[in-house]
């Protein structure tokens, strides 16, 4: 199965370019679907007409982002050397809301890139 998400311009160079592998999302419905081996597009929320597809490697499920940020690597997620000091589970409200975290946990989407 091929999904497709977003990204803002960021974070999508920062997959393009190898140092982003974990993607994090709210574990909704949509997100419960996938399984290892699925793909992902994501495209250029800035340009829609760049695109990349990763092959997901695993799921990394979480009651909250605050347990995900205390578990998973965050240079892995996007993050870089000198914003590590700083990252916080917060980074996430301005995705979503305090009662979707609540209601639907997290989960850190890993993947490999397989074309770009």
């Given at each position: 199965?091929?999904?497709?998400?977003?990204?803002?311009?960021?974070?999508?160079?920062?997959?393009?370019?190898?140092?982003?592998?974990?993607?994090?999302?709210?574990?909704?419905?949509?997100?419960?679907?996938?399984?290892?081996?699925?793909?992902?597009?994501?495209?250029?929320?800035?340009?829609?007409?760049?695109?990349?597809?990763?092959?997901?490697?695993?799921?990394?499920?979480?009651?909250?982002f605050e347990s995900l940020y205390q578990t998973l690597?965050?240079?892995?997620?996007?993050?870089?050397?000198?914003?590590?000091?700083?990252?916080?589970?917060?980074?996430?409200?301005?995705?979503?809301?305090?009662?979707?975290?609540?209601?639907?946990?997290?989960?850190?989407?890993?993947?490999?890139?397989?074309?770009?």
């Amino acid at each position: 199965m091929t999904y497709i998400m977003q990204l803002h311009k960021e974070p999508f160079e920062l997959v393009k370019n190898g140092y982003k592998t974990v993607e994090l999302r709210l574990n909704d419905e949509k997100r419960r679907r996938i399984v290892p081996g699925d793909c992902i597009t994501f495209l250029n929320r800035s340009d829609s007409s760049e695109s990349l597809t990763v092959r997901v490697v695993a799921l990394h499920s979480f009651e909250s982002f605050e347990s995900l940020y205390q578990t998973l690597p965050l240079e892995k997620c996007g993050y870089l050397p000198d914003e590590i000091a700083t990252a916080s589970a917060h980074d996430m409200d301005i995705y979503y809301t305090a009662e979707e975290q609540e209601r639907y946990g997290a989960v850190g989407i890993e993947f490999e890139l397989i074309h770009a």
